[in-house]
């Protein structure tokens, strides 16, 4: 079955064409291409058929979708919320045991611990397999370094514990991201990490 190939020419879909035809046109190896059968476009240096009929070779570059404010503003929400589901859950389960008196005691210096309880899971999380929190993996979305690979659990910590750096600016070091390209927070500037999308259209 002969396959046919979609471009991306000023962000809009052009084609389809078939594989010849692609040696006319002004493809360079960052040009999204899609072919009969696939999810989503590639750069056209990630193909092997292309790379061997344009003579590109294969680079590892840069993200290329990154994430909007408001999609990693709901992850984080969906984040906190099964998170409080869980701390809910647990105050429950210690009112059943605990006398009225210890039970406020423990309500109050629990609710402190959420905002590190959220730093210590996201760290593990966005250092995993997933690159993403549940929250992240709903949305799909991934936290990578500059080049798109996977955090080291150190550069995760790093990462997220950051995070008190940008809530300390009142909200600004999340703002942050509508003044640079990357779309990064703060605390994407100072651990030197992306919010990437999964997919380009």
Same mark, same amino acid.
């Given at each position: 079955m002969e396959e046919f190939y979609t471009i991306v020419v000023d962000g809009k879909p052009v084609g389809p064409y078939q594989l010849v035809q692609l040696r006319d046109l002004n493809i360079k190896p960052d040009t999204f291409v899609r072919k009969s059968g696939m999810d989503d476009y590639k750069e056209a240096h990630e193909m092997p058929e292309l790379r061997e009929l344009l003579g590109f070779t294969y680079q590892q570059t840069a993200p290329q979708y990154f994430a909007s404010f408001d999609q990693r503003l709901v992850a984080d929400v969906i984040d906190y919320l099964m998170i409080l589901l869980g701390y809910v859950i647990l105050m429950f389960m210690l009112y059943l045991f605990l006398s009225l008196n210890n039970f406020r005691i423990t309500v109050i210096l629990t609710f402190f611990l959420l905002t590190f309880i959220r730093l210590i899971y996201g760290s593990? #999380?966005? #250092?995993? #397999? /997933?690159? #993403?929190?549940?929250? /992240?993996?709903?949305?799909?979305?991934r936290v990578v370094d500059p080049l798109g690979n996977r955090l080291s659990l150190a550069n995760s910590f790093g990462r997220n514990f950051s995070k008190l750096i940008s809530n300390l600016t009142l909200g600004f070091g999340y703002l942050y991201c509508f003044l640079n390209k990357k779309q990064q927070c703060l605390h994407d500037v100072i651990a030197n990490t992306v919010v990437? /999308?999964?997919?380009?259209?």
């Open positions: 593990f #999380a966005e #250092a995993s #397999a /997933k690159q #993403a929190t549940i929250g /992240k993996q709903i949305m799909n979305l990437v /999308k999964q997919r380009l259209l």
